[in-house]
């Protein structure tokens, strides 16, 4: 598949750290705090019906060096992981480029916006090269973003990754550090329990492991990350239950060079860690390192192996989220609602992702604009900068704003100003769009905002997220909302979402793995309404 983008590209040095001994519990690697510092990332702080934002992404370079891509300063910054406390590297990404995604590959670091975009290092920053429009980028980058949900939304249908499904199984492709690019089939057996891995040299026929993995209840997604230099692999692996109490959990099995069973790495997903694209990597030395983003604070953890037999059973239990801790005292008005089809709810969701119209100077606002409380953050939303007399895509995510789509039809059809991310701020009103649960509210028809607190008063709890249909929504209370659209082919939660960070500044379509979403605090939930 090709892509009409520009190219970018930082080459990764080829020193190889020397072998770490196992980790054996989890460990902080290295703190950053809140600000713009050579030892600090942009954190913007959760408010109602927001999550907090900071980096989207965490990737292990090829000499041992970890990258986060600090989306909201606009850059990616790097720093030796064996070698913590010393100065970070920071790389400005270039204007125009607001990614949701990193990865590392073949001696390249790769950015997602909307597409894979590879950078280059130039002058201490990442700038833009002279590379031809046109090129194309490979399926093994394109497969290793979809690893985490990053995908193109095709026309008029949900995605998968790019190297197509059949018959239950799913193929990937990976470029390994200890050997090379390799192809990856997953099989699920029937009951969902276990799978096989067959692991293959690209081109090859014949696969040189075939892996075995069994959960105690159901298998999520399942996404080969790495071979390391001693030839161990490394698996991303997700056990859901049927109750939403029985604890989902997300775990990275390691396999040794002959394809044995060797343990996991647990990793700690709990309600206040933010979502992010991409919250896990491995090195080429075989450590497993995880993004952890809270209030105020960024921490890259070292997480702790836990040895088990092989063939054993995976039985690893993750935190049951307290949910009435979660929701706030936030609450919706009490509405009369008309019944509604799966069918409509899914339309009107995709009519706010795909429609397009013109950002006017009037809708675009004055330069420069405002900045927001609490940070350097500018009050438009990314996707619309520098886009002024454009036609863009996507009703924009707006801080307390609701309405429906025609509303916002006729709105900005006069001039009115789009768009507003500033969510430490008081509301504003004179702004046109929607936030997440105004945009789940107008999905369900509902002439009334109800925010994510209030939402468990008009949908029920459903008790086996495998159930979850096309106009459902995952509702984390007092923080965001989805609305769910369908599971894909590898087992992860295909959404719609408002969302500052994680769409850019407005209506998108995304995937997540589906534990990763309830280990976080988020629901899955029922509109009573609906006419199902």
Same mark, same amino acid.
């Given at each position: ?22 980790? &054996? ?7 950053? @705090?809140? =600000?713009? /510092? #050579?030892?600090? !990332?942009? *954190? ?122 059949? &018959? ?7 470029? @390994?550090? =200890?050997? /090379? #690019?390799?192809? !990856?089939? *997953? ?346």
């Amino acid at each position: 598949m090709k892509f009409r983008s520009v190219i970018f590209r930082i080459m990764i040095g080829l020193a190889f750290a020397a072998p770490s001994p196992l980790l &054996a519990q989890d460990g902080v690697v290295k703190e950053f @705090s809140a =600000g713009f /510092g #050579p030892n600090s !990332v942009g *954190v913007v702080d959760a408010s109602e019906d927001t999550e907090i934002a900071g980096p989207q992404a965490i990737y292990a370079g090829d000499n041992g060096e970890i990258f986060l891509l600090d989306q909201v300063n606009s850059r990616v910054i790097g720093f030796d992981a064996k070698e913590p406390a010393e100065r970070t590297r920071s790389l400005a990404l270039p204007e125009g480029v607001d990614p949701t995604d990193l990865i590392v590959a073949k001696g390249n670091i790769y950015v997602w916006d909307g597409k894979p975009i590879a950078l280059e290092s130039r002058e201490g920053g990442l700038t833009r090269s002279l590379a031809p429009d046109g090129a194309a980028i490979d399926e093994t980058t394109q497969s290793m973003f979809a690893q985490m949900g990053s995908e193109e939304t095709p026309e008029g249908g949900a995605g998968t990754r790019s190297v197509s499904p059949s &018959a239950g199984r799913t193929r990937q492709l990976v470029a @390994s550090r =200890g050997k /090379g #690019p390799v192809a !990856v089939e *997953v099989t699920p057996d029937k009951g969902g329990t276990s799978a096989r891995i067959d692991v293959s040299q690209q081109g090859a026929s014949t696969a040189f492991a075939k892996l075995q993995l069994k959960v105690r209840d159901k298998l999520g997604s399942i996404e080969f990350l790495e071979i390391d230099h001693s030839g161990r692999m490394y698996v991303l692996a997700e056990n859901i239950p049927a109750y939403v109490a029985g604890g989902a959990s997300t775990f990275i099995a390691r396999f040794g060079p002959g394809g044995a069973f060797e343990g996991v790495y647990e990793l700690p997903l709990t309600p206040n860690v933010a979502l992010s694209r991409r919250f896990v990597t491995v090195s080429a030395d075989g450590d497993v390192y995880f993004l952890r983003t809270r209030k105020g604070v960024v921490d890259v953890i070292g997480v702790g192996f836990r040895p088990m037999k092989n063939g054993q059973v995976i039985d690893v239990r993750g935190p049951q989220p307290d949910y009435a801790a979660l929701a706030k005292s936030g609450k919706g008005a009490i509405a009369a609602v008309r019944p509604l089809t799966r069918e409509s709810i899914v339309q009107t969701g995709r009519a706010f992702e795909s429609f397009t119209w013109r950002l006017t100077p009037s809708s675009y606002g004055a330069d420069p604009d405002n900045q927001c409380n609490g940070f350097n953050r500018i009050r438009r939303p990314g996707y619309l900068i520098g886009h002024a007399g454009q036609n863009v895509r996507g009703v924009p995510y707006c801080w307390g704003c609701q309405g429906s789509l025609y509303q916002f039809a006729g709105k900005v059809s006069r001039g009115a100003l789009a768009g507003n991310v500033c969510t430490r701020n008081t509301p504003r009103y004179d702004v046109i769009g929607v936030d997440c649960s105004s945009f789940v509210s107008a999905a369900w028809g509902l002439s009334t905002h109800f925010t994510t607190a209030a939402i468990p008063s008009i949908a029920s709890l459903v008790q086996n997220p495998w159930d979850l249909k096309p106009g459902d929504a995952l509702n984390k209370p007092g923080s965001h909302v989805m609305l769910f659209m369908g599971f894909t082919p590898d087992r992860k939660a295909e959404v719609l979402e408002a969302s500052p960070g994680g769409c850019n500044g407005r209506v998108c379509r995304n995937v997540y793995p589906l534990a990763s979403l309830l280990e976080r605090g988020y629901e899955p939930r029922r509109f009573r309404a609906l006419a199902d």
